[in-house]
């Protein structure tokens, strides 16, 4: 081999490492990316209180609407079901090809939900603390309110808590709103 072909096989093994230690970092970042992400959701969506009586998680319910019909006299609106026929008053299934609507089970669990009324304006509720005492499931939220949008929304928080609470209390900034299921 003369010298030439020496530097040429050089110039391909170093790209050829080069590129397999890009291939790899990148492998490794995404790695962590998907991680951190399965840990955001899990902590967001499903967390776990260990109040009298039992475990109780916070499973927050995907793939329903506010139905136009429901009316607010305030910007909140909190409902606390326990049959499919009540439910069906207040929400519909807002199916897409790519969504997944959440079940519901009305024999061991009743629905709950927090709504806000529609506005011109995106806005989000945030779940900060859901906790039980004895028959009443205690949920405390915020509300944040975004930038101007060109139609209206209200946000929704569906969930299900126990059959064995018969009231919810909804708490925001101190405000205490109790409802009885229906």
């Not at 003369?2 to 050829?16: C, D, P």
Request: charged share 25%; aromatic share 10%; glycine share 6%.
């Amino acid at each position: 081999m003369n010298l030439k072909n020496i530097k040429m096989t050089i110039k391909k093994l170093s790209v050829l490492v080069l590129f397999t230690l890009l291939i790899m970092a990148c492998k490794e970042e995404k790695k962590e990316s998907i991680d951190t992400n399965k840990e955001t959701e899990t902590t967001m969506d499903k967390k776990e209180v260990k109040p009298l009586g039992g475990v109780t998680k916070f499973d927050k319910l995907s793939g329903y609407y506010i139905k136009n019909t429901v009316e607010f006299d305030q910007a909140y609106k909190f409902v606390v079901v326990s049959n499919q026929e009540a439910f069906n008053n207040y929400f519909g299934i807002a199916k897409t090809m790519k969504n997944k609507v959440s079940d519901l089970d009305f024999e061991k669990f009743n629905i709950a939900g927090i709504l806000v009324n529609p506005i011109n304006k995106a806005n989000t509720i945030n779940i900060t603390k859901f906790t039980a005492e004895g028959a009443k499931q205690i949920v405390h939220f915020t509300t944040i309110i975004g930038k101007e949008q060109t139609y209206t929304s209200g946000e929704l928080v569906l969930f299900k808590i126990p059959k064995s609470r018969t009231s919810v209390e909804f708490n925001s900034g101190g405000e205490i709103v109790t409802v009885d299921v229906e």
